[in-house]
């Protein structure tokens, strides 16, 4: 099946530090999602992105959906300790509706740790 | 609305028990999904649902059964509990996945032990 390689596995930063945290796949996915995991939670959603080249930001996050279509990026600016989690991405293969049934892959997430 | 919901939220099983996950939503989703995490691995996918009455197969199904008898409902059945079954499962709803909304919702996850 589908693989996502996420990278960094960890990131230990001070607070104030922008982070920059990537995936990349072996296939082209046609929308990708960007999640984030607090302890004994579920993951929620921060953005999605659904075409090559597609910048979009949600506060001091931004993503970028990859040229290539294999790859995409997550950048959090002037980082706070509510920060921390573990952030996954995910990337869907076909348009909605089609057989993919909106399954998604997961990278293995970024842990990250922000010191006050 | 309370979202997605799961019982129970923490488990201890021993070997070849069995026992089911509940999974619910109030969201009037079509789309329902079941995933296990493991430690420092993203999400698999063990089944997934499109409707009542419909349910299949995801990426890691040996070992668990689904059914799905009402739209809100997604029941995860676990027979002959195994050591490998140890993990963090989460259940998930979306809309019918139509043009820009993929999004799905995520419950709390249920922490199952099996020893």
């Known amino acids: 099946g589908q693989q996502l390689n996420q990278s960094p596995q960890s990131m230990f930063i001070q607070e104030g530090e922008d982070v920059s945290m990537n995936c990349t796949s072996s296939?082209?996915?046609?929308?990708w999602l960007w999640y984030k995991q607090d302890p004994g939670e579920g993951p929620v959603l921060l953005i999605a992105?659904?075409?090559?080249?597609e910048l979009t930001s949600n506060g001091r996050l931004t993503a970028q959906f990859g040229i290539t279509r294999k790859d995409s990026f997550l950048n959090i600016s002037a980082s706070i300790p509510s920060d921390v989690g573990i952030y996954f991405c995910?990337?869907?293969?076909?348009?909605?509706?089609?057989?993919?049934?909106?399954?998604?892959?997961f990278g293995q997430g970024t842990i990250l740790t922000v010191h006050p | 609305n309370a979202g997605v919901t799961q019982t129970p939220k923490f488990r201890i099983l021993k070997i070849g028990q069995s026992m089911t996950l509940q999974c619910a939503q109030d969201?009037?989703?079509?789309?329902m999904y079941w995933y296990r995490q493991d430690p420092g691995m993203g999400l698999k996918l063990i089944y997934y649902?499109?409707?009542?009455?419909?349910?299949d197969k995801g990426e890691v199904p040996n070992g668990y059964n689904v059914s799905r008898s009402t739209t809100e409902d997604f029941p995860l059945r676990l027979e002959l509990a195994a050591p490998s079954q140890t993990s963090v499962y989460f259940c998930?709803?979306?809309?019918?996945?139509?043009?820009?909304?993929?999004?799905?919702?995520f419950g709390p996850g249920t922490r199952l032990t099996v020893t």
């Open positions: 296939s082209i996915f046609n929308t």
């Open positions: 649902s499109v409707g009542a009455g419909i349910t």
């Open positions: 969201m009037n989703h079509n789309y």
């Open positions: 998930a709803s979306s809309y019918r996945p139509t043009g820009r909304t993929t999004e799905q919702y």
């Open positions: 992105l659904y075409k090559a080249g």
């Open positions: 995910a990337g869907q293969l076909g348009n909605a509706g089609g057989t993919s049934y909106g399954k998604l892959t």
